[in-house]
């Protein structure tokens, strides 16, 4: 490989030929380069459109508690601590930590976009 100025340069070169994982909330999401001034040619994940949250069937709606996570909410859920990103989706915050840092808060618990069933499907 040949070597490389910037150190992010081999980051860019990493995502750019990395094949996210189905349960990654990247799977699917193309690449696109950008051209710096200088010519060089920095390659970035398009971004992530959030699925509309009326289009998720319900599983169930949580009330937060004292020292609830997106993580923990996921791993009991959904089975898996890294799909926190899906309780995320169906309560649409721009900081993730807001899904639980007000305890009494109602927050909905989905099926994945798309996936007919639960309460409202």
Known sequence: ?????NPLDAVALTQASTAYPRSSRYYGL????????DGRQVTYLRRRLLPDPASMA???????????RPDLLAARYLGNAE????????????????????????????LPSGVPGGANG
């Open 58 to 68: 319900d599983l169930t709606t949580h009330t937060v508690g004292a020292g609830d």
């Open 83 to 110: 799909q926190w990103w899906r309780i995320a989706d169906a309560n649409p915050l721009l900081d993730p930590r807001e899904l639980t840092g007000e305890p009494g808060r109602q927050i909905r618990i989905t």
């Open 30 to 37: 193309g690449t696109a380069q950008f051209t710096e001034a």
């Open 1 to 5: 490989m040949a070597s490389l100025e």
